[in-house]
């Protein structure tokens, strides 16, 4: 069982450079997230869908842009990489609400030069 | 407003020792609770959650939590702490249909 991919593991990028971060769950979960995580803030989120073709804004997503590609992919694309998106990347899905858990990517460590 | 606080950052323990992490929350329903645990370099790990009912819960790796309505609180708690608990633990409170974390506990172990 797979679970939740998260695609690469690591990146550096330069500033004004751009990437967009994978991920595909093959749990058939409805909804789906992107966290951030820094040290001493715990786990912010940026974009989440909560079905298929839709997307909804989170706490800190200025600087990004999400696609819910499919039921199973959902990526968070970096258009201008800026020092301050420095950080780790938790992309998790659940089965219908957030009330029933995520289950969490093994995440993504980007460095932003 | 802070929905899930963390009072601690950093809690050490030696091995064999009872250990107790703690969570308040501020939400006005009955909320639905998580534990998470990360170890390092790795995604989080649910250990358990709490929907309603009894209040002490029990999860995987003889971790339980207990719900305190009147203390706004759910703390994680183990008996007798292994060398291989040592890792992040984070608290996390369902809003919206979406799971809000706290700041997160890192727990270190000394044998």
Not at chain 2, 19 to 33: D, F, H, K, V
Not at chain 2, 91 to 104: M, Q, S, T, W, Y
Request: aromatic share 12%.
């Amino acid at each position: 069982n797979a679970g939740v991919t998260q695609t690469p593991k690591f990146q550096v990028l330069k500033t004004g450079q751009s990437m967009t971060l994978q991920c595909a769950q093959d749990m058939n979960h409805n909804s789906m997230y992107w966290y951030r995580q820094d040290p001493g803030m715990g786990l912010r989120l940026i974009y989440y869908s909560a079905s298929e073709g839709t997307t909804d804004k989170g706490e800190v997503p200025n600087g990004y842009n999400v696609s819910r590609l499919n039921k199973r992919e959902f990526s968070l694309r970096l258009e201008s990489a800026a020092p301050s998106q420095t950080s780790v990347y938790f992309c998790a899905s659940s089965e219908m609400r957030a009330r029933s858990g995520y289950t969490f990517g093994s995440g993504t460590r980007l460095t932003v030069v | 407003a802070q929905s899930v606080t963390q009072p601690d950052i950093h809690i050490t323990v030696s091995e064999g020792a009872s250990l107790e992490l703690r969570c308040n929350y501020s939400y006005g329903a009955t909320p639905y609770l998580f534990w998470y645990v990360q170890s390092p370099g790795q995604g989080l790990q649910l250990l358990l959650k709490y929907f309603s009912g009894d209040t002490l819960v029990q999860g995987i790796k003889g971790f339980e939590a207990e719900f305190k309505r009147s203390q706004s609180s759910f703390n994680l708690r183990k008996p007798s702490v292994h060398w291989s608990d040592a890792a992040e633990y984070f608290c996390a409170v369902e809003r919206g249909n979406k799971l809000v974390f706290g700041a997160g506990t890192i727990l270190r172990v000394k044998s």
